[in-house]
């Protein structure tokens, strides 16, 4: 008599780690989740559900998401292979970001000039050296 395999249908930590690249491409390049969904003819609820780890992307889905972001497929993949515990943590914080802090980091990316960039840099740190005291943000 066969014994009756159990199906794993909990999203585990390859599925988790999947659904964040996914955010993280899609947010960098400015895309809401209902733009990826209407051109891969999905709901942009399953991108959701991609992005959360609540549904597993089939490897026809990565597929077509590799195709529409113009990125190879092992970069869905990416973050997996990490191997120690401080590792663990740089990744999670980095896919952590929110919205606002991906964005300025595609900003900040796409200046061409150094000097500006290290300026900005150079404002963002003494603000942050100086912040005590200072008006309460916004």
Do not use: C, W
Request: glycine share 4%.
């Amino acid at each position: 008599m066969l014994e009756k395999r159990k199906t794993r249908t909990k999203a585990d930590h390859i599925d988790l780690q999947v659904g964040r690249n996914l955010r993280t491409f899609r947010t960098f390049l400015g895309l809401s989740q209902e733009d990826v969904g209407t051109a891969l003819e999905m709901t942009f609820q399953q991108i959701q559900k991609y992005e959360l780890g609540k549904n597993k992307i089939s490897a026809s889905a990565i597929y077509r998401l590799s195709q529409f972001f113009k990125i190879p497929i092992s970069h869905f993949y990416k973050g997996i292979e990490q191997k120690t515990q401080q590792q663990r943590h740089i990744a999670e914080s980095l896919y952590a970001l929110d919205r606002d802090t991906i964005e300025l980091l595609a900003i900040f990316q796409k200046i061409p000039n150094k000097t500006t960039q290290k300026a900005l840099l150079s404002l963002l740190r003494n603000y942050e050296k100086n912040k005590q005291g200072a008006p309460k943000d916004i």
